[in-house]
């Protein structure tokens, strides 16, 4: 299999998006709403980050192929630029509403439930669909990943449903949630030339072509939870092109401020 931009390209969206995602979820580290839920997110959080590791390693070798350049899974979390990132939008947003911007306010578990749910439902189906990957290593790390990722749709289905067919406030807070995150969905499917190349290449989905799998899901745990599906918005953001949210970067300053104070320390 011969290495191109594009699959180092995605290989590093992959490992990004569950990077970001899993800062956002240690966010609750000594802050969940009960203990047994401050332990699930703290677990589910290092699940993400043993993912975006192990995709970083893997990035290092196809780089390493393509320029001869020598990375770590360090350099790839903690020496990059904002714009160097690709992860989706999604994930950077903080556990608030829009209406929060980027002062300081409570976070509302709602959101990061909704959130979780909405991307982990996601990532079962492409897990499932990168376990044929024409990448062995990408099929390896797929495998490892599904179990974990089980688990990630388990919890957030359950929490859904308790919010949504809850009390009036719980029904209400995750109908907003829902309100709020589900058109930054529409970034999952959108077409472009990097998934157009590794599905040429046999290496990877199109997730355009899971949508239908993953509504599917959605709608049906909507249901059962008492929530609406949004309506459908135009508007699509660019987080895998590198343009982000006015979240991302205080996201960034906190993540990767002490690598950068000392660097080549070791931990």
Not at 60 to 81: M, N, P, V, W
Not at 109 to 125: C, D, G, K, P
Not at 175 to 192: G, H, I, K, N, V
Request: net charge negative; hydrophobic share 40%.
């Amino acid at each position: 299999m011969t290495t191109t931009p594009q699959h180092l390209a995605y290989v590093l969206r992959l490992a990004d998006t569950a990077l970001i995602l899993g800062q956002r979820n240690a966010e609750w580290c000594g802050h969940g709403p009960i203990l047994e839920e401050d332990i699930a997110l703290s677990n589910m959080s290092l699940d993400l980050v043993g993912q975006a590791r192990l995709l970083y390693t893997h990035a290092a070798d196809l780089e390493k192929t393509l320029t001869g350049k020598s990375r770590t899974e360090d350099d790839y979390a903690f020496f990059r630029a904002e714009r160097e990132f690709a992860n989706y939008t999604l994930a950077e947003l903080p556990h608030v509403g829009p209406l929060a911007g980027t002062a300081r306010a409570d976070k509302d578990y709602a959101v990061t439930i909704v959130r979780n749910f909405l991307y982990s439902t996601l990532m079962l189906h492409v897990w499932s669909a990168l376990t044929g990957s024409s990448d062995d290593q990408l099929a390896a790390i797929a495998a490892k990943s599904i179990k974990e990722t089980q688990y990630h749709v388990h919890h957030s289905h359950e929490w859904l449903v308790r919010f949504g067919d809850g009390t009036d406030e719980s029904h209400r807070r995750a109908q907003a949630a829902l309100d709020y995150l589900m058109p930054y969905t529409r970034e999952f499917f959108s077409a472009d030339a990097t998934e157009d190349a590794i599905a040429a290449a046999g290496i990877g989905p199109k997730t355009s072509e899971l949508e239908a799998l993953w509504l599917e899901d959605v709608r049906a745990a909507l249901d059962e939870a008492t929530l609406k599906l949004p309506e459908p918005v135009k508007h699509i953001t660019t987080g895998k092109h590198g343009e982000h949210s006015e979240h991302m970067g205080f996201l960034l300053a906190e993540m990767q401020s002490l690598a950068r104070q000392h660097p080549g320390a070791s931990w």
